[in-house]
């Protein structure tokens, strides 16, 4: 696998943990520095580990991921995203609103739902010749990078949508969760 086509496959990886990210950066609206910093060092962080983790486990959980993965994502994000609407209409409030996202808890959970694809991705890579080290460290900046772009997007321009952006975000999450589903059952891809 060349270079080049290890920074595809980490931009890939990284979109999930994007679309997340804006969806963090709207709940937790001006974020200031450190805060914008936490989420995408969770994302990066589980996404250089999983592959690395995958290309260990090798072809033991070739099976076990391919057909639970996607599951696994789902109800991981689906939690996350039925969290936030139930917020979002009110019930459930916490005294700083919704801000799911400054919980280690949520940040943890959101970090594996997005980061389930890279693991199936490592155990493809125990098939080929790769040096998984480069591999890991690049899908885990690149993801992190990503992700901060995302905070700060989200930041910008949640503001416009107040409120109605955590019903939406968490709308997002659930979505994501089901195009992942579609995408690893029914072979529906989207763009």
Known sequence: MSLFEMILTAVSLAMDAFAVAVVAGIAVQRPGFAK???PPLFFGAFQAVMPVLGWLAGGFFRLVVAASAPWIAFALLALIGG??????????KDEEGSHAFQSLRALFILAIATSIDAFAVGVSFSMIDIRISLAALLIGTITFFISWAGIWIGSIFGHFFEKKFEFVGG???????IKIVLENFFGIHFI
């Open 36 to 38: 914008s910093l936490f």
């Open 83 to 92: 969290k936030m609407i139930h917020e979002a209409c009110g019930k459930g």
């Open 171 to 177: 709308f997002i999450l659930i979505m994501i969760g």
